[in-house]
């Protein structure tokens, strides 16, 4: 620390990104001060409760465990948090399938599915069993996923430059060549029922993590995440202040000298790491016409993954007919609609996500009850009308969402009957809330944009540098993709900006 600091760094925002750099950080010796806005650590991956309900804000369940548990440990955190897997299907007119199993048997069920397209399917799987080696622990050797250190294991032979041309592939692409039917390029090129859009790279990625690795549900939920970075974090010696946002990142002669509160108290640090996102700390944090164009550009103009609605339900399971459901996670579209553009707000030919979310863990709903959640993606800019300022709204909005919600719930009687009837409960979550309760940039959920192309702009894979020496971020939107999904991406990223200021 110098003379001038009063804290070696400060850490703005205790979500998942923030709270591991904290966390590392003071585990390091080094004086650290934690802002958090809301008046409980956790950011996005809070639960908050209805009735006797424990709902997600954010995450359900996440991939690479292995890489969340390594750096708690590296941290100090004892052994003994227990995972445990989550399956995922996928139910359309066109096709009913439990996508989480093995590659290997995916691959024969589909074969059997569409005979026709056998030579494609060998084809596709052989080229993605190929390339997931490459994907699968890239941070561990890829130069661009690492700031500081050695790579932990050694460099595949022709392996940058193989991953860096799948970077530059679109998985369309890929699935036009190996398919001829629109479902199975939707299928196997984007894990949906919609077309694809990602890199093949990212592509190999998710089947890694949806049918190999596992996507898992830790114990107590991401909360027992939260609280075991935050218990290391105070036994080191940390300071938190909840309820405290972050007005201004102080600059001066291009270096950060610290913050400035809400309530315009003045705090000095060497090192200033933010877990708010680039968009909103380089327009509202941060007030210097000294950044470089190029990337003020790049920050402005790619966009951020869109936002979705979200219902929260308690229902009376007793009501409610799950036999279609074959995994706690359906991906579901009840109607397909080919070429023909679909108003916002009918749900009847959108893909969206049901979740058993009371089969990950009974405790999330009290007793001879069920909590079932649905996801539909949805844009920013289709509410954006109802918002007349920060938490507040037109008349109407609460009895609008509402009716928006029991259209999803109609929807989903296709997958669920009974469901409407059976509900007890009812919390619906828009754009709106990701934007005013989780401090998210027009509500994005998932780091920068899924459109590849677009993300090659941005100045890097790993964006936890920047333009000032001493200003570091850090959570989902401190990597151009989620490469080791949202989660550890957030924790990865975090960990790393610890490093680089340790290692300076
Ligand atoms: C609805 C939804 C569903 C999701 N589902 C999944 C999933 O199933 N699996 C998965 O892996 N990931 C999922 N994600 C992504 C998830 O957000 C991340 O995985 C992870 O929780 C993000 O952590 P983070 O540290 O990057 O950010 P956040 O959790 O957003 O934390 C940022 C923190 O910074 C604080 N902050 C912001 N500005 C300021 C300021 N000016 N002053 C002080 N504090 C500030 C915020 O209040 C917040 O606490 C989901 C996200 C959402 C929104």
């Not at 292995?66 to 590296?74: G, W």
């Not at 996500?353 to 009974?362: F, G, I, Q, R, Y």
Request: with cysteine; net charge neutral; aromatic share 10%.
């Amino acid at each position: 620390m110098t003379a001038h600091s009063d804290f070696d760094a400060i850490v703005i925002g205790a979500g998942l990104g923030g709270l591991t750099c904290a966390a590392k950080l003071a585990s390091r010796g080094r004086h650290v001060l934690l802002l958090e806005r809301k008046p409980h650590t956790g950011g996005t991956s809070f639960h908050f409760f209805r009735q006797g309900f424990s709902f997600p804000m954010g995450p359900l369940s996440f991939s690479h465990p292995n890489v969340v548990l390594s750096i708690l440990k590296e941290i100090g955190a004892p052994d003994g948090l227990d995972f445990k897997r989550s399956h995922f299907q996928l139910l359309t007119p066109d096709l009913d399938i439990v996508m989480s199993k093995p590659l290997p048997e995916l691959e024969e069920s589909l074969c059997k599915k569409f005979p026709g397209e056998i030579s494609g399917i060998r084809e596709f799987f052989s080229r993605i069993k190929g390339i997931m080696p490459l994907t699968h622990e890239r941070h561990t050797w890829h130069p661009d996923y690492r700031l500081t250190g050695d790579p932990s294991s050694p460099v595949p032979e022709g392996g940058i430059r193989a991953l860096d041309e799948c970077d530059r592939i679109l998985a369309k692409d890929i699935a036009e060549d190996f398919f001829g039917d629109q479902t199975l390029r939707n299928f196997l090129g984007n894990q949906s029922s919609n077309a694809p859009r990602m890199s093949l790279s990212y592509l190999a990625s998710m089947w890694d993590v949806m049918s190999e690795t596992g996507i898992w549900y830790p114990e107590g939920g991401t909360p027992r995440l939260t609280s075991i970075l935050h218990n290391l974090f105070n036994n080191f010696g940390g300071e938190t202040q909840v309820a405290t946002p972050v007005d201004k990142i102080r600059v001066h002669k291009g270096r950060i000298e610290g913050v400035v509160t809400d309530d315009q108290k003045i705090i000095r640090s060497d090192w200033v790491v933010s877990n708010a996102d680039p968009k909103t700390v380089f327009s509202t944090l941060i007030s210097s016409d000294t950044l470089p164009e190029a990337f003020c550009h790049a920050v402005r103009t790619i966009p951020y993954t869109p936002s979705e609605m979200c219902v929260y339900l308690g229902v009376d399971p007793t009501q409610v007919d799950f036999s279609r459901m074959r995994a706690p996670h359906v991906f579901y579209r009840k109607k397909i609609q080919v070429n023909a553009s679909v108003p916002p707000f009918d749900f009847d030919y959108r893909e969206f996500e049901v979740c058993l979310w009371s089969k990950k863990d009974p405790q999330n709903a009290p007793d001879g009850k069920a909590a079932v959640i649905l996801r539909s993606g949805m844009a920013y800019d289709l509410v954006d009308e109802w918002r007349t300022g920060h938490r507040q709204r037109k008349s109407g909005y609460k009895e609008w969402k509402l009716d928006q919600a029991r259209r999803l719930v109609r929807t989903a009687e296709g997958l669920l009957p009974g469901l409407e009837k059976s509900i007890t409960t009812i919390e619906v979550a828009t754009p709106l809330t990701y934007r005013d309760w989780g401090y998210r940039y027009k509500g994005s959920l998932a780091g920068w944009t899924w459109q590849s192309a677009r993300a090659q702009g941005l100045p890097g894979k790993l964006l936890i540098t920047t333009p000032f020496p001493n200003l570091l971020l850090a959570g989902i939107f401190a990597a151009s993709e989620l490469f080791l999904g949202g989660v550890p991406t957030a924790m990865y990223t975090g960990s790393q900006a610890a490093d680089f200021i340790l290692d300076s």
